[in-house]
């Protein structure tokens, strides 16, 4: 069942039951939740979770990026001085 197609899985998890390798140390998602989640959603097919506005403020992300260049730049500069 492990290796079943999507539909004999998502009965067998209506029924609360997944089968999955006795070496495997995390929580697996229902078939259901995996079609449910953002990644899925056609804006994000489209664009990419990534860029979704509507999971990540690109404002917010352009700011963080900045603020980890800030640094580097600086570096830049004071071993231009030395040239």
């Known amino acids: 069942m492990l290796w079943a197609d999507l539909e004999t899985r998502e ?3 209506q029924h609360k039951l997944n089968i999955t390798p006795a070496n495997f140390f995390s929580n697996i998602p229902s078939v259901a939740e995996v079609r449910e989640s953002f990644e899925y ?3 994000e097919q489209q664009t990419g979770s990534y860029f979704s506005e509507t999971i990540f403020s ?3 992300t352009d700011n963080f990026l900045t ?5 580097f730049r600086l570096s830049q500069g004071n071993l231009n ?3």
């Open 11 to 13: 009965l067998i998890q």
């Open 41 to 43: 959603r056609e804006a």
């Open 58 to 60: 690109r404002e917010r």
């Open 67 to 71: 603020d980890l260049q800030e640094p």
């Open 81 to 83: 001085e030395f040239n």
